[in-house]
């Protein structure tokens, strides 16, 4: 069965930090990982779409990665500010197009 | 930019009435879909839509229902709204099976 896992489950930065959220898949038949932001309360917001025949996205601030040989995509945030605070979810969607979601990481930027 | 839009941010309603969630999204997408969210469980797919007038069950359909008239609106009904239906609703659409993901901002129902 396909696991989906987001390590850590939150972490608490001072503000300018560069860091890195992960999200680490067991399938590695995947279609391709899409990367949210929740606010509390709030939809989904997405960040970036990478598609499995990419390395990397990027948007901003913000760059994510795929390695399909460890299983691995990793969420790069830089210089954060508080703005940032959000919960962060990826999803992976297999060869069968079906999405399984990760928990997601709980993300405070500390002014 | 797309915008899926929920009808109703917050909703408060009795045991056995009849719930319509209503979500609208405006970029011609062909697939729609209602997940509910609830903390511990993340997020679960209640139904999704392929086209109008086509429905395909989620994880978790049961008592739930859906409509698709249009293909800009995707409708979630509880026909007979019970306690533990007390969840986050969200709406989302995409264009084709394993396009991007866009979602609505949340409908919060609560059931007494």
């Known amino acids: 069965k396909q696991e989906v896992t987001q390590i850590p489950a939150a972490l608490s930065v001072p503000e300018g930090e560069n860091l890195v959220l992960n999200c680490s898949f067991t399938?590695?038949?995947?279609?391709?990982l899409q990367w949210f932001r929740q606010d509390p309360g709030k939809g989904l917001t997405s960040l970036l779409l990478?598609?499995?025949s990419q390395r990397e996205q990027t948007s901003g601030r913000l760059n994510a990665s795929l390695d399909k040989s460890s299983g691995r995509s990793t969420l790069y945030i830089a210089a954060s500010q508080p703005g940032d605070s959000a919960t962060y979810l990826c999803a992976f969607r297999g060869s069968n197009y079906q999405l399984i979601w990760g928990a997601g990481t709980k993300l405070i930027i500390k002014p | 930019d797309v915008k899926v839009t929920q009808s109703s941010r917050y909703l408060v309603k009795r045991t056995g009435e009849k719930v319509f969630l209503e979500c609208v999204q405006d970029m011609d997408h062909e697939n729609m879909f209602w997940y509910r969210q609830d903390p511990g469980l993340g997020l679960r797919l209640i139904y999704f839509s392929y086209d109008v007038k086509m429905k395909e069950k989620g994880d978790i359909p049961e008592g739930y229902s859906v409509s698709r008239e249009k293909k800009e609106r995707f409708s979630l009904i509880l026909e007979s709204a019970s306690t533990n239906q007390t969840s986050m609703y969200l709406c989302?659409?995409?264009?084709?099976?394993?396009?991007?993901?866009?979602f609505g901002e949340g409908s919060r129902l609560t059931v007494l």
């Open positions: 399938d590695s038949a995947i279609y391709n």
């Open positions: 990478i598609q499995s």
């Open positions: 989302a659409s995409s264009q084709g099976v394993s396009g991007e993901l866009f």
